[in-house]
T-cell receptor
Framework: ETGVTQSPTHLIKTRGQQVTLRCSSQ?????VSWYQQALGQGPQFIFQ???????GRGNFPPRFSGLQFPNYSSELNVNALELDDSALYLC???FGAGEIGSEKLFFGSGTQLSVL | KQEVTQIPAALSVPEGENLVLNCSFT??????LQWFRQDPGKGLTSLLL?????REQTSGRLNASLDKSSGRSTLYIAASQPGDSATYLC????????????FGPGTRLSVLP
């Protein structure tokens, strides 16, 4: 158990809808990263939040957005869902952001999103 | 752009065998390399972290090596057990591609009793 919790565990949406995924980081961690993992592939970096500010972004369109709250929990929002958005969405927390030695990530169990 | 590959994509071995999983990366300017384990439908668990200045790390039956100049890492699992069955992913962290890991696609390991 890493202490990182994600909700919901599974979600089914239809194309064009919007979805919000939630993540509670491990106690003492101030950084949250979100990854998308398609079936049979490694996770792809979406973005990272450090002290409530976006601190890095991968190659994902603007309809993928996020928030980090004062308690360092986080949300991932996806608008205008597409079929290709079907994936496991992983949240990882850490302490520090981009600093050497801050790269020890603790992952949650993920949210499995299916878009029909 | 950093690219990470892993060979083989899948591996099936009888219990008790020693085995090696391979990871290759194209950009040697990395700070560290990490090996993760992922059980089906679950998150990732960090197994070993090798800093760029190190050559290897060991934890129990696991040994990971890093050859930064050739862009390669191996994960050695000794005396494999059915409980080792999972997908193993390597990931690299570097300064050239933002505040994030670049992952390989993983090797799916099955250890047969």
């Amino acid at each position: 158990e890493t202490g990182v919790t994600q909700s919901p565990t599974h979600l089914i949406k239809t194309r064009g809808q919007q979805v919000t995924l939630r993540c509670s980081s491990q106690s003492g961690h101030n950084t949250v990263s979100w990854y998308q993992q398609a079936l049979g592939q490694g996770p792809q970096f979406i973005f990272q939040y450090y002290r409530e500010e976006e601190n890095g972004r991968g190659n994902f369109p603007p309809r993928f957005s996020g928030l980090q709250f004062p308690n360092y929990s986080s949300e991932l929002n996806v608008n205008a869902l597409e079929l290709d958005d079907s994936a496991l969405y992983l949240c990882a927390s850490s302490f520090g952001a981009g600093e050497i030695g801050s790269e020890k990530l603790f992952f949650g169990s993920g949210t499995q999103l299916s878009v029909l | 752009k950093q690219e990470v590959t892993q060979i083989p994509a899948a591996l099936s071995v009888p219990e008790g065998e020693n085995l090696v999983l391979n990871c290759s990366f194209t950009d040697s300017a990395i700070y560290n390399l990490q090996w993760f384990r992922q059980d089906p439908g679950k998150g990732l668990t960090s197994l070993l972290l090798i800093q760029s200045s190190q050559r290897e790390q060991t934890s129990g039956r696991l040994n990971a090596s890093l050859d930064k100049s050739s862009g390669r890492s191996t994960l050695y699992i000794a005396a494999s057990q059915p409980g080792d069955s999972a997908t193993y992913l390597c990931a690299v962290w570097g300064d050239n591609y933002g505040q994030n890991f670049v992952f390989g696609p993983g090797t799916r390991l099955s250890v047969l009793p």
